[in-house]
Nanobody, 120 residues
Framework: HVQLVESGGGSVQAGGSLRLSCAFS????????MGWFRQAPEKEREGVAS???????SYTDSVRGRFTISYDNAKNILFLQMDSLKVEDSAVYYC???????????????WGLGTQVTVS
């Protein structure tokens, strides 16, 4: 049984920082990639950042240089450090896991329930 639980969301002023965490449990035979996605009201879910088990990362252009994805292998926790937050970063942020890398939501079969980030 695969479970992902996000935490760390909240409200912050523009220019501030938040760190999201995603605790992962369960077994994926060929776990390869974990990622963060976000969905704002009336918008499609978009890939924010992903990390492969070899440590390689991908970022969407709008967050590159401001967000950092990392993974603690020993504790099975995925992080997203978000700095210089902008109003347009407001969304529900989801943690996802799968066997294929990249930022395409359909490639990730396992999802958390999300955590709200509000930037004002």
């Amino acid at each position: 049984h695969v479970q992902l639980v996000e935490s760390g969301g909240g409200s912050v002023q523009a220019g501030g920082s938040l760190r999201l965490s995603c605790a992962f449990s369960g077994y994926i035979y060929s776990r390869y990639c974990m990622g963060w996605f976000r969905q704002a009201p009336e918008k499609e879910r978009e890939g924010v950042a992903s990390i492969n088990m070899d440590g390689s990362t991908s970022y969407t252009d709008s967050v590159r240089g401001r967000f950092t994805i990392s993974y603690d292998n020993a504790k099975n926790i995925l992080f997203l450090q978000m700095d210089s937050l902008k109003v347009e970063d407001s969304a529900v942020y989801y943690c996802a896991a799968g066997s294929v890398g990249g930022l395409v939501a359909s490639a990730f079969p396992y999802w958390g329930l999300g955590t709200q980030v509000t930037v004002s």
